[in-house]
């Protein structure tokens, strides 16, 4: 359980995880309209991502 709690934590954006975040290329740095909205992005993102042991 440690094993899953670890990928989750490390895997996934907050409010579920602490997974690092900054503006990159990918989002425009910061100008990108699908980071207007951080926790919309984190939410989505977080639907989105598959973790597996």
Same mark, same amino acid.
């Given at each position: 359980?440690?094993?899953? *709690?670890?990928?989750?934590?490390?895997?996934?954006?907050?409010? $579920? &995880?602490?997974?690092?975040?900054?503006?990159?290329?990918?989002?425009?740095? &910061?100008?990108?309209? *699908?980071v207007?909205?951080?926790?919309?992005?984190?939410?989505?993102?977080?639907?989105e991502?598959? $973790?597996?042991?």
């Amino acid at each position: 359980m440690k094993l899953n *709690k670890w990928l989750v934590d490390w895997g996934k954006y907050a409010p $579920i &995880g602490n997974r690092g975040f900054f503006l990159s290329r990918v989002t425009d740095f &910061g100008f990108s309209d *699908k980071v207007f909205d951080l926790s919309a992005y984190f939410k989505e993102r977080n639907q989105e991502t598959l $973790i597996f042991p």
